[in-house]
């Protein structure tokens, strides 16, 4: 129609007189009016096509017909894969018959199987591997990852189920677990923790092959991109405050969480050994408690820290006790101004000795929880606050009952 017109005006001139200007320029608007009405009785004739079709065309008609047809192909490609199930969209829409797969971003961040059977070595490797563009090009909302560092089942289950429950999508759960533990005790369907367990190695309380064990649990969560901020706990931990609380104070903190501190004597300063030096000297050597929660930056330098570690490998056996001197040492070292210097997770060494106080059944009582929850002050983004700790340990198994009845009224769980 358009190229139809287009010739009529073009020979137009050819015959164009200045006495018959009036009349020619009738005759013009006489033909054009023809053809735009031919126009539109062809395209009520052609209404058989699709709607969708039919709008697609008369949108890109302006442009030429070669860059036309390629916009045709590629709104079709894009609403054909926008309406397909989102998990199969990215590798099927293949843009031919090339036997080119168009692996989309979706499918180069999915995590391996929590089940992988990736070494150490190839998982660290993997884990390390950090984007220097710092800002997600795609909506992420941060979860938090829960690391549960233990020899059998966790204990307190039932609780933690609760606690979690209804905030699916803000959190990820990994647990390492003696391997000798069987499959007969696995957690059942539908529970937070089924199919939870990472690949685990046996686990020497206090050694260095805990350490592992906790760059183990750090590398398989540093594979979910999603996950900003990493948790440790153990079988006996539980939680102080509900999950919305806990979630916020960790998301929204500048800081991370690792307790440091130096201490003269024999359980402080005196497992230090002089073959660790230069790279570690007596006066870095620090202290702490091993259940850490950190965020994202310095999880991925835990796992790829090929300095500090290796000594500690070598050097740190029997009473030097590494999981108590690894990280605090290597973050005062490295990265101790983002630190708090202070665990989240509260335990209650009043009576001395090398293992902290075991809470019982009889100890749980409304006074109690509260007291851990709000009954101290400490700093918080550099502000005050009387949120100290946001977990608590050692919590026997015969506390659940008495948790599960307390958890509603007094860490207003839902
Ligand atoms: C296959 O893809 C390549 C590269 O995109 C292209 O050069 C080639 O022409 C394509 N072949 C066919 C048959 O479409
Ligand atoms: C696991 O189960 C097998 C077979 O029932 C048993 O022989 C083995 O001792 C069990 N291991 C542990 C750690 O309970
Ligand atoms: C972080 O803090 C800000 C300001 O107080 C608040 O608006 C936001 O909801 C917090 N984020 C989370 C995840 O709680
Ligand atoms: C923690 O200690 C480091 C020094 O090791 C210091 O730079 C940092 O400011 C301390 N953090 C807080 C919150 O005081
Ligand atoms: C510190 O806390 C006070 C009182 O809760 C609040 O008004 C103030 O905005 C906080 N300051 C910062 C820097 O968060
Ligand atoms: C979580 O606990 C806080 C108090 O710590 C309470 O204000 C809030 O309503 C609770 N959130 C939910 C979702 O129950």
Known sequence: MKSQNQNILTSFP????????????????????????????????????????????????SSSSSSSQSKIETSHLSSSSSSS????????????????????????LRPPSITHDMEDKELLWRASMVAKIREYPFERTPKVAFLFLTRGPVLLAPL???????????????VHSNPSFNESEAEPVGSVFYRRRIPS??????SVNMIEAERRLLANALLDISNQRFVLLSESCIPLYNFS?????????????????????????????????????????????????????????VVSDTTYFPIFQKFCHGNCYADEHYLPTFVYMKFGEKNANKTLTWVDWKFGG??????????????????????????????STNVCFLFARKFLPNTLDRLLKLAPQVMHFR
């Open 14 to 61: 050819k015959i164009f007189n200045a006495q018959f200007h009036l009349l020619n320029l009738l005759l013009f608007f006489l033909v054009f009016a023809s053809g735009l009405t031919l126009g539109i009785i062809l395209s009520f004739s052609l209404k058989n096509f699709s709607f969708k079709l039919n709008i697609t065309q008369f949108s890109v008609s």
């Open 85 to 108: 199930s989102s998990s199969s969209s990215l590798t099927s829409a293949a843009p031919n018959n090339n036997n080119t797969v168009r692996v989309g971003l979706k499918e180069f």
């Open 160 to 174: 933690w189920e609760k606690f979690f429950k209804g905030h699916e999508g803000l959190y990820s759960i990994y």
């Open 201 to 206: 190695k046996e686990v020497k309380w206090g």
């Open 245 to 301: 609380t806990i979630y916020s104070h960790l998301i929204n903190s500048t800081h991370n969480f690792v307790e440091v501190y130096d201490l003269e004597g024999p359980v402080g300063r005196g497992r230090y050994s002089p073959r660790m030096a230069p790279t570690i000297q007596i006066n870095q050597w620090r202290k702490g408690s091993q259940w850490f929660e950190m965020d994202r930056d310095l999880a991925s330098e």
């Open 354 to 383: 090398p293992h902290p106080t075991r809470i019982v059944r009889t100890d749980v009582t409304v006074e109690f929880l509260q007291k851990l929850r709000t009954g101290s002050k400490c700093g918080y983004n550099g502000n």
